[in-house]
């Protein structure tokens, strides 16, 4: 019986880690490069003047150098350190200036998360530097470093998630109390000191007129890049920086020596704002004139989709009576001739037509648009012109926190007053102010609305010197809107649909209407 073939030993490939080595510290030609980040919510014992006395004064105990001192002002924690504008250049291989030792107050002024801490203890070992952090005590340099960091940043960052969660539920409270907890807030607002204590967002004036100005003009069918061009030509301040403005009144500053940051408006955010249901909310516009504007701008992103963009002279006026959706407008190019050497001659056709295209055939426009017109002139020709204007609610708060301001900075100067006639004249003067308190306070809450305002014109008159674009926009601004359809037989559906709100605006019409006219809110016009 043979021997047993002996057996191969296998061979393995040992794998070698990839991990960069770790170089010891070297105390020789050290430095320290003094690290300070501060957040927006900050104490006395985290600020960063805090801060830089605390670094310093450990850099002159051990006698080290300092290198630099690098400050983060409104950084968050969660930001990873070599992100962070001023540290990242001093997180390179070739920083400003040679250091060695990265010294911190408290580890969570550098990090507050497991992984960047790690990932930055790795970096510094690598190259031969360390991390002090005074408050925990903690010398990278050392063998139980690593664990200690990794401990204390697992807890910095639960303490900040639970910085977190307290601070959305002490915002959510707020809101449900009808309070403001001093976060942003909507243009057209501005926050009211209560005088209990806490504050309130009513409506700021200044912002309340432009958004009124804006719906206009969105709902007379300007576009939005339009309307932001004339923002920034007309130097109207931007939400944040109007922000800005009502923060330094309210901490007594002088909003002319404040320093903007001078955004400009953008189409898109003008859009975002004028549908934002908070302004319906807060009363600075009506539910309808909100809708209206919706329904205009989905109108123009839907021309815009399609490529048709450029508006006609009727665009927006003529709708479907079916479905009430706006008309399509069809240009068509025929070219005819061109035959025995003569040049061919082309011809445009217009149409309008639903755009389903299931409501009646297209309709030539010479036929339809002239139809329009003298069925408006046929009806509105002798009406009044009433203008529409929307007036927002108030229940008198910014009136009633605006004196009662006043009175307190009268009032502090009763015991700086130099003789007894001064301190009558400012106690008088102070009555007087408590006296239109009371009188706001008593008069009821205006629910606002709207209110058509008579003009000396009449609606030939007030169309009688303007270009056929200036007439569609002001036909889109009042509501007008022109139903027509060809029914398959020949003949016609016509009528003007009247605005919301037009028996204020009209009631000569409203008069006639409730004797002759159906109950559909549709003027008809028999053709």
């Known amino acids: 019986m043979s021997a047993p073939a002996p057996r191969k030993r296998r061979r393995l490939k040992k794998q070698l880690s990839e991990r960069p080595a770790v170089v010891p510290f070297d105390p020789e030609g050290d430095a320290a490069l003094c690290y300070v980040r501060q957040s927006h919510f900050s104490d006395e014992s985290t ?29 968050s924690g969660d930001l990873e350190p070599e992100k962070r ?16 030792t990265l010294v911190v107050s408290k580890l969570d002024r550098l990090v507050r998360n497991v992984m960047d801490a790690l990932t930055l203890l ?53 809101k449900e109390a009808g309070r403001w907890g001093g976060e942003g807030h909507i243009y057209g607002t501005m926050p009211v000191e209560l005088p209990g204590g806490g504050w309130i967002l009513g409506l700021d004036p200044l912002a309340v007129k432009i958004l009124h100005k804006l719906s206009k003009m969105a709902r007379s069918g300007t576009r939005l890049i339009d309307m932001a061009r004339w923002l920034n030509e007309n130097q109207v301040v931007t939400p944040r920086d109007r922000q800005l403005q009502l923060g330094a009144e309210r901490r007594g500053e002088d909003p002319a020596k404040l320093e903007l940051r001078r955004y ?9 704002l004028l549908t934002d249901p908070a302004l319906v909310e807060f009363g600075i516009f009506e539910p309808a004139e909100q809708a209206e504007i919706v329904a205009r701008l989905e109108e123009k992103s839907k021309r815009k989709t399609r490529g048709s963009n450029r508006p006609y002279e009727f665009s927006g006026i003529l709708v479907c009576p079916e479905c009430s959706e706006n008309l399509w407008h069809r240009l068509t190019v025929v070219k005819r001739g061109g035959k025995n050497g003569k ?13 389903s295209r299931k409501h009646g055939p297209a309709m030539n426009a010479e036929e339809v648009e002239p139809l329009a017109t003298q069925a408006f002139y046929k009806i ?23 004196l009662e301001r006043e009175y307190g900075k009268l009032m502090s100067g009763v015991a700086r007053a130099s003789s007894a006639e001064d301190r009558r004249r400012i106690m008088e003067d102070g009555e007087k102010i408590l006296s239109d308190i009371d009188t706001l306070r008593a008069l009821p809450a ?3 609305g709207v209110q058509w305002v008579p003009t000396d014109r009449t609606w030939q008159q007030e169309l009688a010197g303007m270009s056929p674009e200036d007439r569609r926009l002001r036909w889109l601004e009042l509501g007008f809107s022109f139903a027509v359809q060809k029914r398959p037989d020949g003949t016609w559906r016509a009528g003007w649909r009247l605005p919301d709100g037009w028996r204020d605006a009209m009631p000569e019409v409203a008069e006639w209407y409730d004797r002759a006219a159906d109950t559909n809110e549709t003027v008809n016009i028999e053709i």
């Open 47 to 75: 600020s960063s003047k805090s801060q830089v006395g605390d670094t310093h004064r450990w850099a002159n105990a051990y006698g080290i150098p300092i290198a630099e001192t690098v400050q983060d002002l409104h950084v």
């Open 380 to 402: 509105f020709a002798m009406v009044p012109v009433r203008e529409r204007i929307v007036l927002p609610p108030t229940n008198h708060a910014n009136q009633i926190a605006k």
């Open 264 to 272: 400009e408006w953008q189409g898109n955010t003008l859009g975002r």
């Open 446 to 448: 205006d629910p606002g």
């Open 343 to 355: 040049p061919a001659v082309e011809y445009q056709y217009r149409f309008w037509q639903c755009p």
């Open 122 to 174: 790795e970096w510094l070992r690598a190259r031969g530097k360390r991390l002090i952090c005074i408050a925990e005590g903690i010398d990278s340099s050392n063998s139980m470093s690593e664990f200690m960091i990794t401990l204390i940043a697992a807890f910095a960052r639960m303490e900040r998630e639970r910085m977190r969660e307290r601070f959305r539920s002490a915002k959510a409270r707020l």
């Open 85 to 100: 504008d001023g540290l990242r250049l001093w997180l390179s291989d070739a920083p400003p200036k040679p250091w060695k």
